[in-house]
């Protein structure tokens, strides 16, 4: 098994920053991709980004690649998601989210694709 717990959420102005953070434990060692995932109130939960062991990205659309920017650091099981230039409708319960399925990865972006998810961490961006 794998826990995931996600710090760094918070109240922040349009045009701000924050950064998550998601730490692994348990058996981290199984782990290859992490994602980020986010659920608005009323909205389903959408694919934000996600990341390969080897550091090799996904985004979900090209405007939060430029503002959104996920790392990892495999020695410490942790995924980050640095979020700039943030906007209103960025507010959201932001998840992590790891595989460990040996398969490789179809979609990176759906659900399905992950084992282990956070409990969720609040953004809310001020106007």
């Known amino acids: 098994q794998v826990q995931l717990v996600e710090v760094g959420g918070g109240l922040v102005q349009a045009g701000g920053s924050l950064r998550l953070s998601c730490a692994a434990s348990g058996r981290t060692f199984s782990i290859n991709t992490m994602g980020w995932f986010r659920q608005a109130p009323g909205k389903e939960r959408d694919f934000v980004a996600a990341?390969?062991?080897?550091?090799?990205?996904?985004y979900s659309a090209d405007s939060l690649k430029g503002r959104f920017t996920i790392s990892r650091d495999n020695a410490k099981s942790t995924v980050y998601l640095q979020m700039n230039s943030l906007r209103p409708e960025d507010a959201a319960v932001y998840y992590c989210?790891?595989?460990?399925?040996?398969?490789?990865?179809?979609?990176?972006?759906?659900?399905?694709?992950?084992?282990?998810w956070g409990q969720g961490t609040q953004v809310t961006v001020s106007s």
């Open positions: 990341i390969k062991s080897n550091a090799r990205p996904t």
């Open positions: 989210a790891a595989r460990s399925r040996v398969a490789t990865m179809a979609e990176p972006g759906e659900e399905y694709e992950y084992d282990y």
